[in-house]
């Protein structure tokens, strides 16, 4: 069974950076198109950047040109750097499959200050 674990989120100003890490155990993850999702309090967990297999990318158009997904197969991770972050910014942060879904990790906290 895949497991997802998120992590480097933190407290940030406007305007500041981050770079999210999601760790996958499990073989199936070098073929399996994987996705950032954030869900903020009392809002739906959207989908905010994916990357496939073979390295495409697709965002959202609220992060578009600020974030960046990327993923190294030989880790078995998949990244998101975030730019330019705004007080909207502020959500948790999740990883998953999206060709193949996987169990919720816990994800990570991303709090944007203005």
């Known amino acids: 069974q895949v497991q997802l674990v998120e992590s480097g989120g933190g407290l940030v100003q406007a305007g500041g950076s981050l770079r999210l890490s999601c760790a996958a155990s499990?073989?199936?993850?070098?073929?399996?198109?994987m996705g950032w999702y954030r869900q903020a309090p009392g809002k739906q967990r959207e989908l905010v950047a994916t990357?496939?297999?073979?390295?495409?990318?697709n965002y959202a158009d609220s992060v578009k040109g600020r974030f960046t997904i990327s993923r190294d197969n030989t880790k078995n991770t998949v990244y998101l750097q975030m730019n330019s972050l705004k007080p909207e910014d502020t959500a948790v942060y999740y990883c998953?499959?999206?060709?193949?879904?996987?169990?919720w990790g816990q994800g990570t906290q991303v709090t944007v200050s203005s």
């Open positions: 990357v496939t297999s073979g390295g495409s990318t």
């Open positions: 499990g073989r199936l993850f070098s073929i399996n198109a």
């Open positions: 998953n499959g999206i060709t193949i879904g996987y169990t």
